[in-house]
């Protein structure tokens, strides 16, 4: 006598499959996470050793600004969020100028956010502060991970299915697949650049120092700040559903990033700083497109949406 079993029926394979960070990324971020670190160590006795010029400060600023700004306009308000349109020039300059950061090709940056705003603050999250618990110990650690520690983890965002968008056109894959080579160029440029002003080594080394190593570090732990700080940190104006808050001092070094609450409470928001007294010069940037006519459609913010979410 043959018994009949229901035989189990085959899973379904997974519509996106995980993709891991080579070990080469890995050692990446190691390298541009702690040389700075390293950098700042040092910095004391390089500056007394040589001194700091005018043409240090100079080249450090611009390509602070540049960069810095290429990630918050470019890489999170357009790019992420959708908060204005432009034409295809500018999309280009903003991905290439946020790409300097070394902080994630766009693709990856803008695949990375959109998952942290699905889970911001819950299971999922990829850099929440709470992922370990609420106690001091916990927070601790959790603060630490979201800061940088997130950056190590093998798994990687996935791209087709957190940027779908980004996926299919084509100027954002040639931008992803030359963000090595803009690296490379944002590390060595501040160097070629302070040789050719001062037409000497000290200018090459010194440049590179500060306008490659400390620029690149500080625009990092900025940008991770807003992470870790303004999701533990601050206050809280207006109504969400996570942890987001209010760093003022965070303000204009983040170019506006860390009114960070308005921008959790109404994401495509082209303004984070609404209110009165918060500098947002990410936004300033934005009408400054919007009056020379590359952005339009922008999303600025109305008394009506800045009130329906208003707390008190």
Known sequence: MTILTERPSPQPKPEFEPENKTRAELITF????????????????????????????????????????????????????????????????????????????????????????????????????????????????????????????????????????????????????????????SLLLPGVLGGLLTWSWQGILTALFWGTIIRIGLLHHVTWSINSICHVFGEEAFEVRDKSRNVWWLAIPSFGESWHNLHHSDPTCARHGALKGQIDLSAGVIRWFEKAGWAYDVRWPTPERLAAKRLG
């Open 30 to 185: 190691g390298v541009v996470v702690g040389a700075p670190i390293v950098a700042l160590i040092a910095a004391i006795p390089l500056v007394w050793g040589w001194g700091l010029g005018w043409t240090d400060i100079a080249i450090a600023a611009v390509f602070y600004v540049v960069s810095g700004l290429g990630v918050t306009v470019g890489f999170h308000r357009y790019f992420t969020h959708g908060s204005f349109k432009t034409n295809r020039a500018l999309k280009i300059v903003l991905g290439i100028a946020g790409s300097l950061s070394l902080e994630m090709s766009v693709l990856d940056w803008v695949a990375t956010h959109r998952k942290h705003h699905k889970f911001s603050d819950k299971e999922g999250d990829p850099h929440s502060p709470w992922r370990f618990g609420t106690g001091f110990k916990a927070l601790s650690k959790g603060l630490l991970y979201a800061h940088m520690g997130w950056l190590f983890e093998a798994e990687r965002t996935n791209r087709a299915k957190y940027a779908p968008d980004l996926v299919k056109d084509p100027d954002i894959m040639k931008l992803h697949k030359w963000f090595p080579a803009l690296a490379i160029t």
